[in-house]
């Protein structure tokens, strides 16, 4: 299994430019997680998906932010128009099924879509 | 304030240390505690989850809750270079155990 998969790794872009990063979960995996991530702030939830279906947008921090989830082995992540306060690093995440008895949230992360905004 | 608390670090241990991680939070609700471990570059990784106040130990890891003190620790006995990464604590509240809150994570540096 090539887990969960990222693109770009990398992306510099100039303010106001559009940003789409795109995210394929593990096959059979039906939920999936948008995190950012900064040095500041830590891991933040952007979004998540259960069977396709976005379930908790609170965490997208503006309308400058949109995600879609149009099949079960592809996400994106959209910034339109970037800023400079967007740069962080973006990681998508799959879990098989809903979180298990115990509670346990076992996230299967990507290795993230390292974002610059000049 | 932060929902969960975790000191930065860096922590630098020489090899064979026992390590003490820990973090505190301020969310009576939540009940599931899990840890995961971030190497350079990549992304964060499973690394044990434990329900509710009590002890779990896991090889060289023992992960600990007290719930009464809202703080939770991860030990690692025996520490390794290979241990070297950041560490993050994460935990969900029993009414959203989709919802994730992670720790901003402590930096370990094992030196041989």
């Known amino acids: 299994d090539a887990g969960v998969i990222q693109s770009p790794r990398h992306e510099v872009t100039e303010m106001g430019q559009e940003v789409t990063l795109r995210c394929k979960p593990i096959?059979?995996?039906?939920?999936l997680f948008w995190y950012r991530q900064t040095m500041m702030r830590g891991l933040e939830l952007l979004i998540y998906?259960?069977?396709?279906?976005?379930?908790?947008d609170s965490g997208m921090p503006e309308d400058r932010f949109s995600a879609k989830m149009p099949n079960a082995s592809f996400s994106t992540l959209k910034i339109q128009p970037s800023e400079p306060r967007d740069s962080a690093v973006y990681f998508c995440?799959?879990?098989?099924?809903?979180?298990?008895?115990?509670?346990?949230?076992?996230?299967?992360f990507g290795a993230g879509s390292r974002l610059t905004v000049l | 304030q932060k929902e969960v608390e975790q000191d930065p670090g860096p922590l630098s241990v020489p090899e064979g240390a026992i390590v003490s991680l820990n973090c505190t939070y301020s969310?009576?609700?939540?009940?599931?505690f899990m840890w995961y471990r971030q190497y350079s570059r990549k992304g964060p990784e499973l690394l044990m989850y434990?329900?509710?106040?009590g002890n779990k130990e896991d090889g060289r890891f023992t992960a600990q809750v007290d719930k009464s003190s809202k703080y939770i620790s991860l030990f690692i006995r025996d520490s390794q270079p290979s241990d070297s990464a950041t560490y993050l604590c994460?935990?969900?509240?029993?009414?959203?155990?989709?919802?994730?809150?992670f720790g901003t994570g402590t930096r370990l540096q094992v030196f041989p």
């Open positions: 995440a799959s879990r098989e099924g809903l979180a298990g008895s115990s509670g346990a949230n076992v996230l299967t």
């Open positions: 096959s059979g995996h039906n939920s």
């Open positions: 998906f259960n069977n396709n279906v976005p379930i908790d």
């Open positions: 969310n009576s609700a939540f009940q599931y």
């Open positions: 434990t329900y509710s106040s």
């Open positions: 994460a935990m969900t509240p029993f009414y959203n155990t989709d919802k994730l809150i």
